[in-house]
T-cell receptor
């Protein structure tokens, strides 16, 4: 049984600070990792993916992957109130493909003005 | 505009009354999937389809049916809805690994706006 674990939160971060969201996964053969953002009452949308160990930066967002520790994180710099949402971590099975995605239950992030 | 369209967006029905939630995508994606989202349980996959006439069960398929007769459409059928199927449902689509060029980043799902279903 593949498992993807996230702290449900809420995680409260002051505006302008760095928000750090964490995710661990059980399947050591997992190949690629995705972060989706979901605003309340809306559908998830992909914000980043990563498949190599290390950091991947896109604007204010940085994804970090450590396959040895089976750990993936998302850092949001200069947090804005508009970043308040639930962040879903998704992990691909060793075979890859969207059919093999397993989602975590999400972390609820609140950016305090 | 590239999109995944679900209908209805909101529905209140009664136990046992068959219903269909439609899903259509205009991105020529091979892969389509249905999820349900419940508080504390996250997103759970119901059924998925890798291409026309190819469907398979996800993690929670009981009580649901699907069909994929055309590439763009993937309806979700509840033959005899029960109150435990009250949930928020999402349809999603994606390119296949072959079309996207790699299995590594073929996990980019495009979601519909969701269908909130209440079964009384």
């Amino acid at each position: 049984q593949k498992e993807v674990e996230q702290n449900s939160g809420p995680l409260s971060v002051p505006e302008g600070a760095i928000a750090s969201l964490n995710c661990t996964y059980s399947d050591r053969g997992s190949q690629s990792f995705f972060w989706y953002r979901q605003y309340s009452g809306k559908s998830p949308e992909l914000i980043m993916f990563i498949y190599s160990n290390g950091d991947k930066e896109d604007g204010r967002f940085t994804a970090q992957l450590n396959k040895a520790s089976q750990y993936v994180s998302l850092l949001i710099r200069d947090s804005q109130p508009s970043d308040s949402a639930t962040y879903l971590c998704a992990v691909n099975s060793p075979g890859g493909g969207a059919d093999g995605l397993t989602f975590g239950k999400g972390t609820h992030l609140i950016i305090q003005p | 505009e590239a999109q995944v369209t679900q209908n209805p967006r909101y529905l209140i029905t009664v136990t046992g009354k068959k219903l269909t939630v439609t899903c259509s995508q205009n991105m020529n994606h091979e892969y389509m999937s249905w999820y349900r989202q419940d508080p504390g349980l996250g997103l759970r996959q119901i059924y998925y389809s890798m291409n026309v006439e190819v469907t398979d069960k996800g993690d929670v398929p009981e009580g649901y049916k699907v069909s994929r007769k055309e590439k763009r459409n993937f309806p979700l059928i509840l033959e005899s809805p029960s109150p435990n199927q009250t949930s928020l449902y999402f349809c999603a689509s994606s390119l296949s690994p072959e079309s996207s060029g790699s299995r590594l980043y073929s996990g980019e799902l495009f979601f519909g706006e969701g269908s909130r279903l209440t079964v009384l």
